[in-house]
Nanobody, 127 residues
Framework: QVQLVESGGGLVQAGGSLRLSCAASGLTFSRYAMGWFRQAPGKEREFVAGISRTGGTTHYADSVKGRFTISRDSAKNTVYLQMNTLKPEDTADYYC????????????????????WGQGTQVTVSS
């Protein structure tokens, strides 16, 4: 059974940092592209960052580019999201996801492209 378990969320002041982790089990980690999404209250789930199977290619939403960094550790079957210079508008539930990218695509950026999802971890940024 595939499991994605997020951790690392919490309450932080604006300008602060958090690192989210997502531990994957029940799958062959290296076969999956990984991603992070977030959903704020009353809003749709949105793409935040994605990383290719090898970790060599990443892609970010414009709203987090330059502040967030996605990475993966194949030895630990874990994907990370380092979040710096956090803003109140980053407040949301953050979800980890695993998916198979289409041929010719390295990073999956759409909700429909992911097939496994974690339960989410809450991030609250106070002003």
């Amino acid at each position: 059974q595939v499991q994605l378990v997020e951790s690392g969320g919490g309450l932080v002041q604006a300008g602060g940092s958090l690192r989210l982790s997502c531990a994957a089990s029940g799958l062959t980690f290296s076969r999956y592209a990984m991603g992070w999404f977030r959903q704020a209250p009353g809003k749709e789930r949105e793409f935040v960052a994605g990383i290719s199977r090898t970790g060599g290619t990443t892609h970010y939403a414009d709203s987090v580019k330059g502040r967030f960094t996605i990475s993966r550790d194949s030895a630990k079957n874990t994907v990370y999201l380092q979040m710096n210079t956090l803003k109140p508008e980053d407040t949301a539930d953050y979800y980890c996801a695993a998916g198979f990218p289409p041929i010719g695509v390295l990073v999956v950026t759409t909700f429909e492209g992911y097939i496994h999802w974690g339960q989410g971890t809450q991030v609250t940024v106070s002003s």
